[in-house]
């Protein structure tokens, strides 16, 4: 498993799952992009996971992603990708 095979098997759930929030494609892309970026340091993890276990990891994943930039923007005003700050 590498990055490459994540992203072809969970770019749309996860995109669909971040649309159901963000209600912007654009918003919802950048926190899918920041979920895979996560995961390629997590790679080992999620190489040895079982696939109902690696599916909930990046859900779960992408959820903190999306808390953290809500607090940020209500906060500050900025989004993570803009303080080039990561929770992890």
Known sequence: ?????????????LTNYALSFSKDRDKA???????????????HLLEILPEHKRLSWLFK???????????????????PHQLKVYVW
């Open 61 to 79: 994943t992408l959820k903190d992603i999306r808390n953290v930039s809500d607090d940020l923007q209500s906060v500050k005003g900025y989004t």
């Open 1 to 13: 498993m590498n990055l490459g095979d994540l992203y072809a098997d969970y770019f749309d759930p």
């Open 29 to 43: 892309e950048q926190l899918v992009d920041e979920t895979f970026q996560k995961a390629l340091s997590n790679i």
